[in-house]
């Protein structure tokens, strides 16, 4: 089981307020973001999106954004680095490359790993700061909508029934047991598209491509994944769209930005197990920035930073 104060202990940096972010480039990364700056008062300072990385340039370096800033709904394997993120990133419990050392992931706690797939966080980033910090204020229909649109989760209460109710028993959560009820039901669909996805269309939002689509009305389920080089008005009309929904402040994004692009691979897991052993050698001897296994024979990664 889950435990606030025992996680708070071990990664004060949760609590810390005025801290710099860099976020990852989706709804779950944006509403996040919006979350802790109203808390927090947590400030982009930069987005990533597994690939490269936008950070401020105002006499700023990449070597600054990872000392310095929060990497919210990311993982990265860099001890200097604090990061929050929800991917499988083991083999096996025994195999945590140090890097991680500062990173807070509910699978990392569980010691949830590539062999446990079923028993895989199933809830977002969002989610989990919200439990966190204990959040059980009233919110709007809409409000509701993207605390469940947020990375899925109101899908993988569809799909995924048995490991929910697993994770709720590890991390109780009133405010979202009491959302995700009826989400196996048309009429709970109909609700997400009069509050939320009606919404998402009338401002040209593209909601195509999603890993599944709900069961019932067989709504589209994309995270509105967000490229700075050419999404920027949109991500700002995105979070003003969040914030106005929660009725929280709206940060805001720096006006100019500096690019720095890594190389992503896509591997098989065995493959590079084969060539070093375990995956923190693996980390090390690659200088790897950040990874993630999204299933049990396959590793994405990104390295090639060569300003840090």
Not at 41 to 46: K, M, P, S
Not at 174 to 197: C, G, W, Y
Not at 262 to 282: M, Y
Request: glycine share 2%; with cysteine; proline share 4%.
């Amino acid at each position: 089981m889950l435990d606030r104060l025992e996680i708070v202990e071990r990664f004060p940096w949760l609590v810390v307020e005025n801290l710099p972010m860099v976020v990852s480039n989706d709804l779950d990364g944006f509403c996040s973001a919006v979350f802790m700056h109203h808390l927090k008062n947590w400030q982009i300072a930069g987005f990533y999106d597994s690939e490269s990385v936008w950070f401020a340039s105002e006499g700023r370096t990449m070597k600054d954004e990872l000392e310095k800033s929060v990497w919210l709904d990311l993982d990265i394997v860099d001890s200097r680095c604090r990061s929050l993120g929800h991917h499988i990133l083991t083999q096996n419990s025994d195999d945590i490359p140090a890097g991680f050392s500062n990173s807070f992931n509910p699978n990392l706690e569980m010691k949830i790993s590539r062999t446990d797939f079923t028993k895989k966080y199933p809830f977002s980033t969002f989610v989990l700061l919200l439990w966190l910090f204990q959040f059980e204020k009233p919110i709007s229909e809409t409000a509701k909508a993207l605390f469940l649109h947020s990375d899925s989760v109101w899908i993988n209460a569809q799909y995924y029934q048995e490991n929910v109710k697993r994770w709720l028993e590890w991390m109780p959560f009133p405010i979202l047991e009491r959302a995700i009820k009826n989400a196996d039901s048309a009429a709970f669909e109909q609700n997400m598209q009069t509050f939320l996805f009606s919404k998402f269309d009338a401002i040209q939002w593209d909601r195509k491509s999603g890993q599944k689509r709900s069961k019932h009305l067989k709504l589209e389920t994309s995270q509105l994944q967000m490229n700075p080089d050419w999404d920027m008005s949109e991500m700002r009309n995105l979070l003003k769209f969040i914030a106005g929904a929660f009725s929280w402040k709206l940060p805001k994004i720096p006006k100019n930005f500096l690019k720095i692009k890594g190389k992503r691979i896509s591997a098989k897991t065995e493959t590079v197990l084969r060539r070093h052993k375990t995956l923190s050698d693996w980390v090390i001897k690659e200088k790897v920035f950040s990874y993630a296994l999204p299933s049990f024979r396959t590793i994405n990664f990104t390295k090639g930073f060569k300003q840090i």
